[in-house]
């Protein structure tokens, strides 16, 4: 799950995250008429948002053929994981705990200031695709209340007034990377 | 290592590991130059860089030479999260807090080469401003017993050698080779050990139901999808002994007749995940898990199954349906999985808390264990104690302490000196617990009886900063984000009870609407499908019970005694440091700010919709918050 949306997918890229998606479903040998081949079907669908970063209705229809059911029950299934998403989200994914313990220590107001200033909802990405904000329900780092991911890394006892500071240092290395997704769609 | 074949065998295999822990368990022999260095590797830690800690005593080791005499490894959660990362020296028993990459350097040449503690590292004790060096000496450990978490802190979770080292596997062999399956349940019925998720079910009586049943195939599932914010004990256990979770899946395989186990953990905890994988695969090997368990003729293999982030999936139907790759949503019960699960098959879903307990009572007795506790509620729990405390972290304690030895004894009190209000217990289908009940033995049953929960654990402690209505109000928005939507009390309920309160904390409430939120609170949980709806009204009706005053202030008086609710708030300008810039005139959106030029400016209170756009434009810092 470390694979973060880096713009163009591309025809070739495209085919190259199939290929990874179908070697990884390969493995579950799932028997079309198996009343029990969904089992694997949560697994699957974390596999290929790993691969693709989100899950695009090309990517439903696959898998349900694979699984030999409809795609109706494919969305279904997305749809109600807080986990899946339809939508792809920003090459800085930013995670504000909304846990207990991180709400009692103020991360409202943290999450407020990031909606400030990337001038977006929780749930939304920014205009250029870079970043993108979400609530988060508990890491289980209580200690380090309030906890904000961002991609892997975890910030913790993160105060509004660090916001920009942590915005910014990713800033730089969306910039360095910046020619890469600029020559998107 | 090569397969283990009998339980003779496996009792071989222990004395040959046993050694490994020798600094650890007889300790104190600290003439010796023998050290291990045990680094936290717990998520809290983790994210403080532990894992660089390790690293870097690994490498000091390395150049030094010292590789025969010096361990260094990660270990389970420690517990006290507050002062992670956390490195122990033993034998010395030494605990050293807030420790730095870059401390391993100084600790290494002090302590571990010139057998000199790391003073600036030690625990300040904050009463007697004092340093303590022995774990066993500070005051966050003395009150706790230590059985699910035992081996925290103890032993290396990602090495079998260790986990055998502790006696590990050996409840397994005994009750292969000595015990028949309703020899265990029999014992287990004995422990008195109750499902540590919530409710508190007997388990032994919940494995004697599905033991019952003749079926072609039986399940046992680990649930270890801990979705209450601010409860981690679960993910501490996998991260920090998941063979102890095996042993007792195993066990209860055994007990009921399964032959196949899952463990359903959250995707969220990646780390758990990972240690758990591993602890599998080295289970496998030694052929712990798999055909022919210690030549008993007994199989039993265990898969992972990931959640993929819905709060409901901890009810057990919700969470079997989940795994057959369905919407996660709850069922009627009965029929209890007991009897069809999944797959229609007989299936126990235990929690990860309560499987840990398991191996403990068939090493050391059904009767000490049940000599732990209260007459109803026997052995320990674990609680995640956060929110505005002092030590925050996993404690563990006998059943029948009281709230406020575990708030003051072990929590060391408020945060920053504020006032005790009230502490959550139970998560979103808990309540709160003001102050008169601090010395009320905790138990299931007294807790209920005060209107809130046992719940998986989370304890949120809470000062006289927070407003209890706006702190209702967070936990009601959860269940309506969480609410599966099957049934209608719940779907349309919850979201209801937000609305309303959503207009108290904003200054729109009515007397009507206190009526309203009691009335419809009560109907959620007289008619609700599973237990999460039945039980999400709880916040609300715990907070009304002891704080009505609170909901009265906010909606007699418009005012938010704790003043946390933002949209009480009045807006007024300082007539001292005013200049008359009509800075916030011009940027007020609904026009509520006269004045003129050079003069006091005043913001019309019911024209304002306290949007906080003056305060942000002044300059002079002139706009103040009453």
Request: aromatic share 8%; charged share 20%.
């Amino acid at each position: 799950m470390s694979y973060t949306h880096q713009g163009c997918p591309g025809k070739q890229l495209a085919l190259e995250r199939y290929e990874q998606l179908n070697t990884y479903i390969e493995t579950l040998h799932i028997v079309p008429d198996n009343p029990r081949r969904k089992d694997t079907l949560i697994q699957t669908l974390h596999k290929a948002q790993g691969i693709f970063g989100y899950l695009p209705d090309e990517v439903q229809h696959h898998i349900a053929q694979k699984y030999n059911i409809s795609h109706a029950e494919v969305s279904g299934v997305i749809s109600f994981y807080n986990y899946f998403t339809t939508t792809p989200k920003g090459d800085v994914q930013i995670n504000v705990c909304l846990g207990t313990a991180c709400y009692v220590a103020g991360a409202d107001k943290v999450m407020q200031e990031f909606e400030r200033v990337l001038d977006i909802k929780s749930g939304e990405v920014t205009p250029d695709g870079s970043f993108s904000i979400e609530g988060l329900r508990c890491v289980g780092a209580c200690s380090l209340a309030p906890v904000v991911t961002v991609n892997e890394k975890v910030y913790g006892k993160v105060q509004p007034e660090k916001v920009p500071e942590i915005l910014e240092h990713y800033l730089t290395e969306v910039s360095a990377t910046g020619d890469a997704s600029n020559d998107q769609d | 290592m090569t397969r283990i074949n009998s339980q003779q065998q496996l009792l071989e295999t222990y004395q040959q590991v046993r050694p490994l822990l020798n600094l650890r368990l007889n300790g104190q022999d600290v003439a010796s130059s023998e050290r291990t260095i045990m680094v936290c590797g717990g998520t809290g830690c983790h994210a403080s860089e532990s894992q660089q800690l390790v690293a870097n005593f690994q490498a000091l080791i390395e150049e030094n030479g010292l590789s025969d005499s010096v361990q260094a490894s990660v270990t389970g959660c420690f517990g006290f999260c507050e002062q992670g990362p956390i490195v122990k020296i033993y034998p010395d028993d030494v605990f050293y807090v807030q420790v730095k990459p870059e401390d391993a350097h100084e600790i290494f040449e002090e302590h571990i080469l010139d057998n000199r503690r790391v003073e600036r590292l030690l625990y300040t004790d904050p009463v007697l401003q004092e340093r303590v060096a022995e774990q066993h000496n500070i005051p966050f450990y003395q009150p706790q017993q230590r059985i699910a978490l035992r081996h925290a802190g103890l032993i290396n979770p990602e090495d079998i050698r260790e986990y055998i080292a502790v006696e590990g596997y050996q409840a397994l062999g005994k009750v292969l080779t000595e015990m028949t399956p309703q020899q265990v349940i029999e014992e287990m019925k004995r422990s008195g050990l109750r499902g540590r998720g919530g409710a508190g079910f007997s388990a032994g009586k919940k494995w004697e139901f599905a033991q019952q049943y003749d079926a072609p195939e039986k399940f046992i599932i680990c649930n270890a999808d801990e979705g209450d914010p601010g409860a981690f004990m679960d993910r501490s256990i996998m991260e920090g002994d998941a063979h102890t979770v095996i042993e007792g899946m195993a066990i209860a395989g055994y007990a009921i007749g399964a032959n196949q186990g899952y463990v359903y953990i959250r995707a969220e905890y990646p780390l758990a995940v990972q240690r758990l994988r591993r602890a599998l695969d080295q289970a496998r090997e030694l052929g712990l898990l798999g055909t022919d368990i210690l030549g008993s003729g007994f199989d039993f293999d265990i898969d992972i199954r990931l959640g993929a982030g819905a709060f409901v999936c901890g009810e057990e139907t919700a969470l079997i349906h989940s795994m057959q790759g369905e919407r996660g949503e709850p069922t009627t019960k009965p029929p209890f999985p007991a009897q069809s699960g999944l797959w229609g098959c007989p299936t126990i879903v235990n929690n990860v808390e309560t499987l840990a307990n398991v191996p403990v009572i068939f090493t050391r007795g059904a009767d000490w264990y049940n000599s732990i506790g209260t007459e109803t509620s026997k052995g320990t729990k674990v609680f995640a104690l956060a929110g505005q405390v002092n030590n925050i972290g996993l404690v563990e304690v006998p059943m029948g302490i009281t709230l406020r030895q575990i708030i003051y004894d072990i929590g060391g009190g408020i945060k920053g000196g504020g006032e005790f209000k009230a502490i959550q217990t139970g998560g979103p289908s808990g309540g709160c617990i003001p102050s008169k009940f601090l010395d009320v033995p905790i138990d299931y049953e007294s807790l209920a009886s005060i209107g809130s929960m046992m719940g998986s654990g989370g304890m949120i402690v809470l000062s006289d900063a927070t407003c209890m209505v706006k702190f209702a109000r967070y936990y009601l928005e959860f269940s309506v984000e969480e609410s599966c939507g099957r049934c209608l009390p719940c779907r349309v309920g919850t979201k209801r009870l937000h609305e309303i309160l959503v207009n108290i904390t904003e200054g729109r409430g009515t007397e009507a609407d206190l009526v309203e939120l009691k009335e419809l609170s009560e109907i959620i949980s007289d008619t609700a499908l599973c237990g999460l709806g039945q039980t999400a009204p709880n916040p609300v009706l715990s907070t009304m019970k002891y704080f009505w005053d609170e909901y009265v202030a906010h909606v007699h008086d418009h005012r938010c005694p704790a003043g946390a609710c933002e949209k009480m708030l009045n807006y007024e300008i300082d007539p001292e440091k005013c200049i008359g810039c009509t800075a916030c005139a011009r940027v007020c959106p609904v026009d509520a700010i006269s004045g003129q030029v050079k003069q006091l400016h005043t913001i019309d209170q019911v024209r304002c919709i306290k949007c906080g756009a003056c305060k942000a434009k002044c300059k002079f810092k002139a706009v103040n918050i009453n």
